[in-house]
């Protein structure tokens, strides 16, 4: 599909579609030999959008065959309550899959729970001992975000060897990750941040441009080089002038999509190829 202006639009929803019917045929392969897939995830309840996410990725698991556990801990969760259920998930032979979902309640170490999630079982990939891994080229269960980006990337037929390629924002579970698999396929990349001189110099000159700085509107269309291909992160929410909250991305879509050969829309790009890679990660991991 391409915009107006021209600029080919990458479908995070078409893709994330079909990783799913392929991932339902390996399913029901899985189910034939014996072995269920199956996804743990841990709940503190007290944020809305997080319980809201729980449950509509319960109803995804289930449209996979897919079984979907949630253990839900109250709002008033401390760190050892979280850490215990987590050791426990860990310790579980019928347990091949687990996640925490975000955030955990104030005082709770994230990047702590995290690290204590078992290497096998972490399908977000954000363990540090799996985002390591990305250096020597391992690429099931990194990040699930930097995997989306990657597949999104590949499906433009695009070769990245000898590409210059710039990540503007350097998160330790989106921008690094994605700039060490770029730097895997062989591109030279460039990894920005806040404090980055002349960065729209620097943005001018890539071959692909990855937005992942959680900036709203960021990217205008004179930062971007003609014919690149831009790959939006960004998730922000935003009032509008009728006082509505949306979601943009960092990227303004319609005004880089006039010099840009391929552009990710917010919503609808990498977001739905994220929960498709957590999927796949899943189904890896019991595979």
Avoid: W
Avoid at 78 to 107: K, S, T
Avoid at 117 to 133: S, Y
Avoid at 194 to 210: F, G, K, S
Avoid at 260 to 271: C, E, K, N, T
């Amino acid at each position: 599909m391409k915009t107006k202006t021209g600029a080919r639009v990458l479908d995070g929803r078409a893709m994330a579609h079909a990783v799913r019917n392929d991932l339902a045929v390996r399913v029901e392969a899985l189910r034939g030999r014996g072995r269920a897939v199956r996804l743990d995830a841990l709940l503190v309840r007290g944020d809305g959008a997080a319980e809201i996410y729980a449950r509509n990725q319960g109803r995804r698991c289930e449209e996979l065959g897919i079984a979907y556990v949630l253990h839900e801990l109250p709002a008033s969760a401390g760190y050892e309550d979280v850490a215990g259920r987590v050791l426990l998930l860990n310790e579980d032979d019928d347990v091949h899959a687990i996640m925490v979902h975000l955030p955990l309640p104030p005082g709770v170490d994230t990047e702590r729970i995290q690290s204590l999630i078992a290497v096998a079982k972490d399908v977000e990939g954000v363990n540090p001992a799996n985002i390591g891994n990305i250096v020597y080229g391992r690429r099931s269960l990194v990040p699930c975000t930097a995997l989306a980006v990657m597949e999104m990337n590949e499906s433009t037929g695009v070769d990245l060897r000898g590409t210059r390629c710039v990540c503007v924002g350097a998160s330790n579970i989106v921008g690094k990750p994605i700039a060490v698999l770029l730097m895997r396929a062989e591109a030279t990349v460039i990894s920005t941040n806040v404090r980055t001189p002349n960065q729209q110099e620097l943005t001018r000159t890539a071959d692909v441009l990855v937005a992942a700085a959680g900036v709203p509107g960021l990217i205008t269309a004179d930062m971007v080089k003609p014919g690149a291909v831009v790959i939006d992160v960004g998730v922000n929410r935003v009032r509008g002038e009728d006082g509505k909250k949306r979601t943009v991305g960092d990227v303004v879509f319609e005004d880089v999509a006039s010099v840009a050969a391929y552009v990710s829309p917010v919503p609808g790009g990498v977001g739905p190829m994220t929960v498709a890679m957590l999927m796949r990660n899943t189904v890896e991991s019991a595979e």
